[in-house]
């Protein structure tokens, strides 16, 4: 289960896609990054969003209250909580917000650090030695690939399951991208015989190229757009995309109707001849506007691709759990990348994952706003991601965008 749990996380920020009807000459197709931090009751079907700001100074909170809900507007009223081991959450009796402490729930894997406080994973790391969880060694009989050491996953090898090194780029024998080094996915063209399956490097497929719906569904990452999508429905074939952008220029605004969130179009790719749906979701800013989630070919994402390959392909990523090659915001792979990555290039990462995932909610948001509900977001920026307040964020961003135009 486990294992399950963590797939479904990765495929959430990697790229989920449903197919949708046919309009005229372009398939419109719904994509979600699955934003882990939205709010609920943020995005109820209706056309009013909350507004957001800072506390006023003529208003008094107790001390657990972070966000007041009150005024003749639908306004919320913001202050940070006192310290890091709590968190503002939605108080649903009130509509007010409160300070709750922040319990971690997750568990060390083998190549993670740990200690009498942070204990290892029960069934997947075997000892905590020298401060470091100790995993199944190759050659060892396993069920999943958290049960092997960094650098290892559990592959099926000659009718039994054990861990094995990962396979290096060219190598033959995958079955999905956790089989590979940790800077390559899995190119399936058969389910049965593994020997036809080849690790290849992320981003090696070229737009239109056609590949299996597996190395699709698995390994999209694969694709130089890191989209594809399925060629005809019923298809076993898929192709992968141009990058795909947002029809409309950043920030995107969206009206936000009863009954669906899907409301904003990417351009039409050429190479599929299809447009990408994504979700129209509102903001925490002062003006109670909803923006556009982001594609992957928009400006913040392709920062965070640029950012993640130089993760997978560095030295310090082999000290952790293949399947830590995707930063996944729930408190487990990131303290791998954390305690193993430089500093400053970790910083850089996390503030790139958290801008791009959240930009529909973070744009435009007063500090204090951001500060009481994304308070990872702004240290990332404040301890060097990016800037430190939103005039050096969007330089910082008009400059990324002559970078990646030239």
């Not at 509509?95 to 083998?110: A, G």
């Amino acid at each position: 289960m486990p294992e399950m749990i963590s797939f479904l996380l990765y495929l959430s920020f990697i790229l989920l896609y449903a197919y949708g009807m046919q309009i005229s000459s372009s398939n419109l197709l719904p994509y979600s990054s699955s934003n882990p931090f939205s709010d609920p009751a943020d995005e109820l079907s209706v056309q009013m969003c909350k507004k957001y700001t800072c506390k006023l100074p003529t208003q008094e909170f107790v001390s657990s209250t972070c966000g007041y809900y009150g005024g003749t507007e639908p306004t919320v009223y913001a202050q940070p909580c006192p310290n890091s081991s709590t968190y503002c959450k939605l108080n649903t009796t009130s509509l007010n917000y409160t300070c709750q402490p922040f319990i971690p729930t997750y568990y060390s894997f083998p190549g993670d650090k740990c200690s009498p406080d942070k204990e290892c994973y029960e069934g997947y790391s075997q000892s905590c030695t020298d401060g470091i969880c100790v995993g199944l060694k190759k050659g060892k009989p396993c069920t999943s690939s958290y049960q092997c050491d960094p650098n290892s996953s559990c592959r099926n090898i000659d009718g039994t399951l054990q861990c094995a090194p990962l396979l290096e780029i060219g190598q033959t024998g995958c079955y999905k991208e956790f089989d590979c080094v940790y800077n390559a996915g899995c190119n399936v063209t058969s389910t049965t015989d593994l020997s036809k399956n080849t690790c290849i490097p992320y981003g090696s497929i070229p737009p239109g190229t056609e590949i299996s719906i597996e190395t699709c569904s698995w390994s999209e990452n694969l694709c130089s757009s890191h989209i594809c999508v399925q060629k005809t429905a019923g298809d076993e074939t898929a192709i992968c995309s141009g990058n795909i952008e947002s029809s409309s220029q950043m920030p995107a605004s969206c009206i936000l109707p009863a009954g669906t969130t899907l409301q904003c179009q990417s351009k039409l790719d050429n190479y599929t001849d299809t447009i990408s749906l994504s979700n129209c979701l509102c903001g925490y800013n002062s003006g109670g506007n909803s923006y556009c989630e982001l594609f992957p070919g928009d400006v913040p994402m392709q920062a965070y691709y640029r950012e993640l390959k130089k993760w997978q392909e560095s030295s310090a990523i082999k000290n952790c759990n293949t399947y830590w090659r995707y930063p996944i915001d729930n408190g487990e792979n990131l303290l791998c990348i954390k305690n193993n990555y430089d500093k400053a290039r970790y910083e850089s990462l996390y503030y790139w994952y958290l801008y791009s995932s959240l930009y529909p909610q973070i744009y435009g948001a007063e500090d204090c706003v951001l500060k009481t509900f994304f308070p990872d977001y702004f240290q990332a920026g404040e301890n060097g991601g990016d800037g430190k307040d939103s005039s050096a964020r969007g330089i910082a961003l008009v400059s990324l965008l002559l970078i990646l135009n030239h």
